[in-house]
């Protein structure tokens, strides 16, 4: 018996986050304790990756970062593939997303889901089909497992506690045992004769037993703002065995530019998640490359702000608005739009006003009734708009982004008949705007 364990995201994507939390980093942690339980039990591990990044350095080319995962799993000819993430968009709970119903990974995800919502005291969301590369593409059964909402801040305050994180290792390893029928043993723990102090800015916060959970905890705390600098100290001989300290140097996403990705991938994204969803990512494009906005992330944003256009905050379907714009809090509903093509150019023109300090382009009439509210050229970069769009904002642009790249990884069939009713689509759109 063997699992190839995929701790979700890493590298150039931090996955979801939120409350100074990096999915990429509680992934790996969770991974990491996975390990050894599974091995304790018999049961033969890999990981796709054992450090930020995955193998062969993909993190400048999400698809072939994802590629490279199956690829292991595939050469390792394991017999389950488990991939752990972290959720987020709105909501609670734990679920088990695979790519198709009746098969071995159906019985896996059923068999883990239980341990998942009893030990992790989450709210049962079930299991899910989803077309997700990782289960598309690899050939044995496989499950992606999706542990809480990182910008909830009740899961938030469950994972950020160490002992949480090896109990969702150790419901884990319940569940994958179960699907191989193999009674759980838990393993023995010694007492440590060695512990590791985590010391952040000069001050110790905790000490651990092991190095890599105490270099983890030392550069989520530098990564998520909560330090400038910290290190891993040795109990026994005070020697320090690691150092981290804030590049500031973190590279950004621009708001405009030219966008590469496509209509389809954006409108397959959001039915996966939504089938009832309104047909609006044309008039993203459209009115985006009137302003030269990367529309696509906008299309991320959208999604992030409306929870899949299902509209479940203070805002409402019927406004037409897209991005929460003027529900700034205490109950405020936000301004009405009087048509789609309408409020998502309002959406495109709030996120312009804070991209650049240019007038609107000629011929693009200002519907966005906060445009002149806002500090012209403040916020470039998606990151920028951490605390400015939406307060606090921890992760709030990171959180747009890592959308965005999820849905570059949606594969759409090209072949004549849909290339035909695209071009319909798009004459018939551009018409009905005016065009």
């Not at 193999?182 to 001050?203: C, F």
Request: charged share 20%.
């Amino acid at each position: 018996m063997k699992v190839c364990i995929d701790p979700g995201h890493g590298g150039y994507d931090p996955g979801a986050v939120g409350f100074g939390l990096k999915e990429k980093d509680l992934t790996l942690d969770i991974c990491l304790r996975l390990q050894p339980l599974l091995e304790f039990n018999g049961i033969s591990t890999v990981l796709t990756r054992n450090g930020d990044y995955a193998p062969g350095n993909f993190e400048n080319y999400p698809r072939g970062e994802l590629g490279a995962r199956v690829n292991i799993a595939e050469s390792e000819n394991v017999d389950l593939f488990v991939s752990v993430h972290i959720n987020a968009g709105g909501g609670t709970g734990a679920e088990v997303l695979i790519i198709g119903t009746g098969g071995k990974a159906e019985s896996a995800a059923y068999q883990v889901l239980p341990h998942l919502v009893e030990g992790g005291n989450w709210a049962n969301r079930g299991v899910k089909v989803q077309n997700i590369l990782v289960l598309r593409d690899t050939t044995m059964p496989a499950i992606l497992t999706e542990n809480g909402f990182i910008d909830n801040i009740i899961d938030a305050g469950k994972l950020k506690e160490t002992d949480f994180r090896q109990t969702l290792a150790v419901v884990h390893a319940k569940g994958i045992c179960d699907y191989f029928g193999i009674q759980y043993q838990e393993p023995l723990q010694p007492t440590p004769s060695v512990m590791y102090r985590v010391i952040l800015d000069g001050k110790q916060t905790i000490a651990l037993s092991f190095q890599e959970k105490a270099i983890f905890e030392v550069k989520n705390a530098v990564d998520g703002g909560l330090a400038s600098e910290g290190v891993v100290q040795r109990t026994t001989d005070n020697v320090i065995v690691y150092e981290y300290k804030s590049s500031g140097n973190i590279s950004k996403t621009p708001i405009m530019g030219e966008e590469t990705i496509i209509v389809e991938q954006c409108r397959q994204f959001l039915l996966n998640y939504n089938p009832d969803a309104p047909d609006i990512i044309s008039y993203y494009k459209i009115h985006g490359e009137r302003l030269g906005i990367k529309w696509g992330y906008a299309v991320a944003q959208m999604i992030r702000e409306t929870g899949y256009l299902k509209f479940t905050g203070v805002v409402k379907a019927e406004q037409n608005n897209y991005a929460g714009i003027g529900a700034v809090g205490e109950g405020a509903q936000g301004a009405t739009f009087s048509s789609e093509s309408e409020g998502v150019l309002a959406h495109l023109e709030h996120l312009y006003a804070y991209a650049v300090k240019d007038p609107l382009p000629m011929g693009v009439p200002k519907v966005d009734p906060r445009f002149d509210l806002i500090e012209r050229g403040s916020c470039p970069n998606w990151e920028d708009l951490n605390g400015r769009w939406a307060v606090p904002g921890d992760g709030y642009g990171e959180n747009v982004v890592r959308i965005y790249h999820e849905m570059a990884q949606e594969i759409i069939s090209d072949n004549e008949e849909i290339s035909i009713l695209k071009m319909i689509y798009e004459i018939v759109s551009k018409y009905f705007d005016g065009k």
